[in-house]
């Protein structure tokens, strides 16, 4: 914007209109059922009443309040699931070495990380009231640090299930190695764990949890 400068605009756009394509990337290491390959956009037409929302790039826009109460809950939940998995094919096997010594402190170590990501998610459900909350940057900061406590311990709960389990969870039929590779994923929605720490430090030193771009600095081409 030649005024404001630059600027964000949502709206949406269905996969069939025209000039959008499916590039067929998805090849990750993890939650490969997804399908979650990159959409190209070329010459796609929006028109000005599709735009749902325009905002200042930077910053945090109340919006994010809504959008992370909302989607953080249900995509932790998944995660944790598979955090619950990975402990249950865990447990199974560890019945078959009840008189190794060692083997209860791994599985007990195991329920401790697995219960941690339980409580965050749970609390995650909780701040969420069923949709009642009222959305605003503290229940940002509250979710994402969540998000990161879960996350942790999803990751911690299927490495630990590997180590219960030992060598043969290494092998893919068991089904252990896809599932930590698929808990991994989770680090990566937003926030990553630094820029959690980040947005939540600045918001508890009493600054904007996001820095907004000084509007000296702001570059528009014409």
Known sequence: DPEQGPQVLHFPVSLKAEGISLLGDWKTM???ATGSQTIK???VFVPDEAIVMRRPRGGFHPAFGVILGVSLPLIMSAYTG???AAADIARTKAADRAGDPVTPFLVGEMQ?????????????????????FEPSVELASEMLTRKTICARHVIATTEKAMEVVGGSSFFRKLGLERRLRDAHASQFHP??????QLFTGRLAMGLEPVETPKAANLRVVA
């Open 82 to 84: 598979i955090a619950e």
């Open 191 to 196: 926030l990553p764990e630094k820029r959690q």
């Open 30 to 32: 993890g939650m490969r």
């Open 112 to 132: 401790n990380l697995l219960s941690t990501a339980q409580i965050a998610r749970d609390d995650m459900v909780r701040i969420a009231d069923d949709l009642r």
């Open 41 to 43: 956009l070329e010459k």
